[in-house]
């Protein structure tokens, strides 16, 4: 306990005991006014009085006090012979006595009584406090969440003069010290240092500075709640973060496995179909006019064109991943880029007949013209492996609501059972077994990521005759319509 606290602490004790002191002397004249009215044993029954308060008010030691000082005065100025301290009848002995008894008495039961309610209201304090801090850290998981919850209601429960509170996870996360009250105190050596620890690991201390020096027991009762309660709550959230970055590296293992096993037998046919291409090119047996080499180059043409599709694809798919799908929008026509991906597609598309059902006088798309071609192009690779040969493949588009554009890509293929279209764009998922439809799983997923980028939505939707792709995309760009150009494009 510091000079200062331990002088505070004895001026308030000497207070008390003159203020007891000081109530029995003026009870003791008040009496000696009146002494010719009252009886010796009325004198003593109201002494019993200013006792009482002196107990109940100041605690039990100045109520002791009080007692001895009432004592003394009603020997001294209430029993014969007056002023002295000699007694000679047994009676007045055997009240004297009794009176000390019963004031004695009185202090300890009142003391008792005044004790057992602070204890009472002290351990109600406690409760309070204690479920006040168990609601703080409920339902946090965050460990700077946690952190600053313990720091704060220990700050509020104890009241030091300084607190430090030091995190230390026990995985590659930074620690976290946490200093109240905010200014920076040059205190020295704290007073206290709690340790939070479990029975697994040590997560941390509580440092505090006091200016009494010491906690009360109960206090320090309160503390060890407390940083027991804290500890628990860290190792908590601990254990969760570690749950949750185990999960995320199985999902990314997982995906990683699929993308690999996808990509490599994706691969594997085009290359396998460029090589036995270029080496019979390259072997003498097939003339440099023969019609069998021009077919052999456009084999090869096409597969390099497949190839840089799933590159285009995996590329697409790691930018949305990063967050750095970024689209550089610009006023575009949506035929031109439609009929742009069907040109280079006519390999693919062959098979199939197209219908292109978009109005002369719809309006520009602010939209980023490579990655609507992506879109285009994954969407038609789609249908084209789903929809049966001989089929339709049409592509349409309306003004929707006057600042909307909707386009719908439409095949004949098989219908989609409902609970598959909202997982249809998911990456890797497929609703046909992969030995049956080639294919990474990413088109679809890289559709719905760079129309999402565009401000709009994509969804798949069962038809009567087929199945069909819908998104609708912004007309306006930045809160402006599109411009009128219709002189350009006539």
């Not at 908590?236 to 570690?242: D, F, G, I, Q, T």
């Given at each position: 306990?510091?000079?200062?606290?331990?002088?505070?602490?004895?001026?308030?004790?000497?207070?008390?005991?003159?203020?007891?002191?000081?109530?029995?002397?003026?009870?003791?004249?008040?009496?000696?006014?009146?002494?010719?009215r009252f009886s010796a044993s009325t004198v003593a029954l109201l002494y019993l009085v200013p006792v009482l308060i002196c107990t109940t008010f100041w605690g039990f030691w100045p109520g002791i006090l009080s007692a001895f000082i009432a004592f003394l005065a009603y020997n001294f100025f209430f029993l014969l012979p007056y002023y002295t301290f000699i007694v000679h009848q047994t009676q007045d002995i055997i009240a004297l006595v009794i009176?000390?008894?019963?004031?004695?008495?009185?202090?300890?039961?009142?003391?008792?009584?005044?004790?057992?309610?602070?204890?009472?209201?002290?351990?109600?304090?406690?409760?309070?406090r204690l479920y006040e801090f168990s609601l703080g850290l409920a339902g946090v998981n965050d460990l700077d969440e946690i952190a600053g919850v313990i720091a704060h209601k220990t700050f509020d429960t104890m009241q030091p003069d300084r607190l430090v509170l030091r995190i230390k996870p026990t995985n590659l996360e930074s620690p976290i010290t946490i200093a109240l009250p905010l200014e920076d105190v040059s205190a020295g050596k704290p007073d206290l240092v709690i340790p939070l620890e479990t029975v697994r690991t040590f997560l941390g201390d509580l440092s505090l500075w006091l200016d009494r020096g010491r906690l009360a027991p109960s206090e320090e009762r309160v503390l060890s709640t407390l940083a027991a309660q804290g500890a628990l709550a860290l190792e908590r959230a601990a254990l969760e973060r570690a749950e949750t970055r185990a999960r995320v590296l199985e999902e990314s293992d997982r995906l990683k496995s699929s993308l690999l096993s996808s990509v490599s037998h994706e691969f594997r046919t085009p290359l396998a179909t460029i090589k036995a291409s270029t080496t019979s090119l390259l072997s003498d047996q097939i003339p440099w006019e023969s019609r069998d080499r021009k077919e052999l180059l456009s084999v090869v043409d096409e597969e390099t064109d497949y190839l840089n599709y799933l590159v285009g694809n995996l590329l697409d798919m790691s930018r949305i991943e990063a967050g750095a799908l970024k689209p550089n929008r610009q006023w575009n026509i949506l035929s031109e880029i439609v009929e742009g991906v069907i040109t280079r597609m006519h390999r693919v598309l062959r098979e199939y007949r197209l219908e292109v059902d978009i109005p002369e006088q719809l309006p520009l798309v602010p939209v980023d013209y490579i990655q609507m071609e992506q879109v285009f192009t994954n969407l038609l690779h789609n249908s084209a492996?789903?929809?049966?040969?001989?089929?339709?493949?049409?592509v349409s588009a309306r003004r929707q609501d006057g600042d909307s554009l909707m386009v719908m890509v439409k095949n004949e293929g098989p219908q989609v059972a409902p609970d598959h279209l909202e997982r249809?764009?998911?990456?890797?998922?497929?609703?046909?077994?992969?030995?049956?439809v080639s294919g990474t799983g990413l088109g679809l997923s890289i559709c719905k990521g760079v129309i999402e980028a565009h401000g709009g939505r994509i969804w798949a939707k069962n038809l009567p005759n087929g199945f069909a792709f819908i998104f609708k995309l912004p007309l306006t760009w930045e809160g402006a319509p599109p411009p009128v150009v219709e002189e350009e494009r006539l």
């Amino acid at each position: 306990m510091t000079s200062s606290s331990s002088k505070h602490w004895l001026i308030a004790k000497l207070r008390n005991f003159i203020l007891a002191f000081s109530v029995i002397s003026v009870t003791t004249l008040i009496l000696f006014l009146l002494r010719e009215r009252f009886s010796a044993s009325t004198v003593a029954l109201l002494y019993l009085v200013p006792v009482l308060i002196c107990t109940t008010f100041w605690g039990f030691w100045p109520g002791i006090l009080s007692a001895f000082i009432a004592f003394l005065a009603y020997n001294f100025f209430f029993l014969l012979p007056y002023y002295t301290f000699i007694v000679h009848q047994t009676q007045d002995i055997i009240a004297l006595v009794i009176f000390l008894g019963v004031a004695v008495l009185i202090s300890q039961l009142v003391g008792r009584a005044k004790a057992s309610l602070a204890m009472a209201v002290a351990r109600e304090s406690e409760t309070t406090r204690l479920y006040e801090f168990s609601l703080g850290l409920a339902g946090v998981n965050d460990l700077d969440e946690i952190a600053g919850v313990i720091a704060h209601k220990t700050f509020d429960t104890m009241q030091p003069d300084r607190l430090v509170l030091r995190i230390k996870p026990t995985n590659l996360e930074s620690p976290i010290t946490i200093a109240l009250p905010l200014e920076d105190v040059s205190a020295g050596k704290p007073d206290l240092v709690i340790p939070l620890e479990t029975v697994r690991t040590f997560l941390g201390d509580l440092s505090l500075w006091l200016d009494r020096g010491r906690l009360a027991p109960s206090e320090e009762r309160v503390l060890s709640t407390l940083a027991a309660q804290g500890a628990l709550a860290l190792e908590r959230a601990a254990l969760e973060r570690a749950e949750t970055r185990a999960r995320v590296l199985e999902e990314s293992d997982r995906l990683k496995s699929s993308l690999l096993s996808s990509v490599s037998h994706e691969f594997r046919t085009p290359l396998a179909t460029i090589k036995a291409s270029t080496t019979s090119l390259l072997s003498d047996q097939i003339p440099w006019e023969s019609r069998d080499r021009k077919e052999l180059l456009s084999v090869v043409d096409e597969e390099t064109d497949y190839l840089n599709y799933l590159v285009g694809n995996l590329l697409d798919m790691s930018r949305i991943e990063a967050g750095a799908l970024k689209p550089n929008r610009q006023w575009n026509i949506l035929s031109e880029i439609v009929e742009g991906v069907i040109t280079r597609m006519h390999r693919v598309l062959r098979e199939y007949r197209l219908e292109v059902d978009i109005p002369e006088q719809l309006p520009l798309v602010p939209v980023d013209y490579i990655q609507m071609e992506q879109v285009f192009t994954n969407l038609l690779h789609n249908s084209a492996k789903y929809a049966p040969a001989g089929s339709t493949i049409q592509v349409s588009a309306r003004r929707q609501d006057g600042d909307s554009l909707m386009v719908m890509v439409k095949n004949e293929g098989p219908q989609v059972a409902p609970d598959h279209l909202e997982r249809i764009f998911d990456k890797f998922y497929r609703v046909t077994e992969p030995e049956k439809v080639s294919g990474t799983g990413l088109g679809l997923s890289i559709c719905k990521g760079v129309i999402e980028a565009h401000g709009g939505r994509i969804w798949a939707k069962n038809l009567p005759n087929g199945f069909a792709f819908i998104f609708k995309l912004p007309l306006t760009w930045e809160g402006a319509p599109p411009p009128v150009v219709e002189e350009e494009r006539l």
